[in-house]
Structure formats: C-alpha cells, structure tokens
C-alpha cells in the first residue's frame, strides 16, 4: 500500500497533540524538512518537545516554531545561531538540554535500535553528566545516556519511493538517517518522489519500514544559513574576479 500523502497539514493535524516530542534532521538548515515545520507551525499545537541537532535561525527552519511559541523544551548541540532562542531561554520560556553532538546522535540511533540507554565517556565530569548513573568499564568512568523515541519523526530526503525507502543527498543527509529511526510515526518529505523499484536496493539509506508516510516536497527555495565567498584563483587567461564576486 502507497505511504504518498498529498496534504502534510491534514495528516500532522491528525498526529500532533499539545506536549509531543518532535524529532526534526537537519544540520543548520541544510536538509531541514521545511515543509514539515511549516505544517507544524500551521497546526497551532504547542508545549512541543523538538529533539534537532539546533534549532534553525531567527525566522527560519525550526526558528519558526520558537516565534509562535510552541515549543517548550529543546533537546539539542548547538544553538547559537537564533538570537530569539537565547532570548526565550534567558526568559525562562524555554527548557534546554545540550548533547554533545555525537552523545545526541548515538541517542536518536539507539532510539531507533530499541536501546534504552547506553554509557559513553563524553561529557564525564562536566555539567553534562550530572545527575545521571555512571559506571566503570575497563578502569574508565562512563556516564549513562537514554535513547531518544520521538512521539513524530520529521526528515526531508533526496528521493523516497511510494514506499518510504529513502535516499539522500550529500551533506543533507546529516542527522536525517537517524532521526527517520526514532520516531513512533516518521514523517519524509523527498525532493523525487519515484514509483516502487526505482530506488536500486544498494542505495537505500533509510529502509521504508521506518517511514509511515511520504510527501512530495514543494519545492520551496533552500535558504542558506551563512553565505561565505573568497576571491577565485585566476586562471590563465581568464581575467581576475573584482572585489565582491562570489567564488
């Protein structure tokens, strides 16, 4: 049976409830599932848990949610590009627990591998670790970190067929593999929606059976986080570029 919806607003005002954990890919806002966030913005639910490597910038991605005011806790590594997530931190609107990246990664992964938990020694004797059980292994302290399942999965994929198996596309594909893992309901926008068999199984990343149901993306421009140009080498016999072209 095809997972293909044609309305991604009508199918998340059908799953989202007040006070869900919500876990978004996306690295900056490369690869974020911006149809997706922007259908949960419309939605209108709020006290959201967001699981997401950060939370997009001022006005854009996953920043959008932050300007409505839905979101209540932030599970993530790094967030220093949204001036308003400070702000509503500093407010004591916002709940905030930081990962080290990787900590947070193998999390949303055991997650999705039915791990409750699992020890690491990252962030031992740091704020990180306070308040959470620590063993020993092998002479070395490790603290304990629990796996993450999400209520909603939302990733934004390359291509993905009718039935769900998807693909992506160089540094898009960031936390977007492991956040389709861990969600009770996985939610894939694809750029290239393709017929069953299309999808060659050796390049499948993310298998359809982690996906519940997938949406042809609209299209919408891909914004770009920081823009960062340098002069280009000149070339024999091509002229120098002049200050201000972009390499």
Known sequence: MSKVIDNAAGLLAEQLRDGMTLAVGGFGLSGIPRDLIE???DSGVTGLTVVSNNMGVDGKGLGVLLENHQVTKVLASYVGENKLFAQQYLDGELEVEFNPQGTLAERLRAGGAGI??????????????????????DGETYVQERGIVADIALVHAHTGDTDGNLVYRYTARNFNPIVATAGKV????????VPVGEIHPDHVVTPGVYVQHVLQYSGAPKDIEQRTVRPRPATAGQPSPQNGDQA
Request: net charge negative.
């Open 39 to 41: 259908a949960v913005r």
């Open 116 to 137: 409750p938990a699992f020890y690491t020694r990252t962030g031992v004797g740091t704020l990180v670790a306070e308040g959470k059980p620590h063993a020993e292994f």
């Open 186 to 193: 996985t939610v894939a926008e694809v750029e290239h929606l």
